[in-house]
């Protein structure tokens, strides 16, 4: 079975407090786009369960440690699949250290597959329940699309925004930022450096379909993930300069996305970050 992974961004992240379990709490608009890994899966025969897992990146890891292996050990184990020998090809277009979801998009498209291929038929909230335990985006990627997570990102709402049409650049510096460090420096952070809380403000106002909506976008760990990538700030501005309604980052980073409502706009922004070294990955893409 051939899958595609699709990645997301972070339209908004507003981080309301910080539990007494050191956890912090969200409030962020989590939305899908085209850039998507390729995942290939199948099964078949053997004397013992076995997971064969294999990457076009040097850098991924196949063994236990990678989350497509433990999303394939976890779902045999739940339902008892006895005898089967998985293999899992894994080619990357997603970024790594990005703030893009690619390990938890791959996860969760392992989970769905080999709940078709093994003929198990869980539904979709059986299995967020065995994704959340691997990895906190995980459940998102369950269903996809445009949803609402709260709490620690368990807690997921379906959304149907009146999106205008737009053109999405994604952008990443060369660091890749440890999503543990970011929550470090930003615990750290005074308060009032921080950026305002943005997501009720922008459903309000996109509910109308308003482009400029995107205008409203905040992500309060931008300031803590500027103190490690400041390049983030370099390819924040390229973006708006070449044109793009709103450029923020995603996640803990480092990766930017710049909206666009011209498409040939966008395209030169991507020409224009071509020539900047210290850029090492760009796409066009669009929302899913």
């Known amino acids: ?7 997301k961004i972070n339209i908004t992240l507003d981080i309301p407090k910080i539990r007494e379990d050191g956890y912090h709490e969200l409030c962020s608009v989590f939305q899908t786009v085209s850039l998507h890994d390729e995942l290939e899966i199948q099964i078949s025969e053997s004397d013992k369960n076995e997971i064969e897992l294999t990457c076009d990146a040097s850098n991924v890891p196949c063994d236990e440690r990678n989350l497509c292996w433990k999303a394939a050990a976890s779902f045999t184990e739940k339902y008892g699949i006895k005898n089967k020998k998985i ?3 894994l080619k990357k277009n997603i970024p790594s250290g990005a703030g893009l979801g690619g390990g938890s998009s791959d996860c969760a498209e392992t989970l769905k597959a080999l709940n078709k291929l093994l003929e198990v038929n869980a539904s979709n909230e059986e299995l967020e329940k065995i994704g959340v335990k691997l990895g906190a985006d995980v459940p998102f990627f369950i269903k996809g699309g445009t949803q609402l997570a709260e709490g620690i990102g368990e807690k997921l709402t379906e959304l149907k925004l009146p999106y205008p049409e737009t053109s999405l650049v994604i952008l990443k510096p060369e660091a890749e930022l440890p999503t543990v460090n970011i929550y470090k420096i930003f615990d750290n952070l005074p308060k009032e450096s921080l950026p305002e809380a943005s997501t009720e403000k922008f459903l309000a106002e996109i509910s109308k379909g308003d482009i400029n909506s995107f205008k409203l976008i905040t992500n309060m760990l931008e300031p803590a993930a500027k103190t490690l990538c400041p390049e983030i700030e370099e390819v924040e501005k390229l973006l708006l300069e070449k044109g793009a309604v709103s450029s923020m980052m ?17 395209a030169e922004a991507l020409e224009a970050a071509k020539h900047n070294k210290k850029i ?7 929302f899913i």
């Open 1 to 7: 079975m051939k899958i595609k992974a699709y990645a």
């Open 250 to 266: 995603t996640g803990s980073g480092s990766a930017v996305f710049g909206i666009f409502t011209n498409v040939n706009k966008a």
């Open 87 to 89: 293999s899992i090809e």
């Open 280 to 286: 090492i990955f760009g796409t066009m893409c669009r």
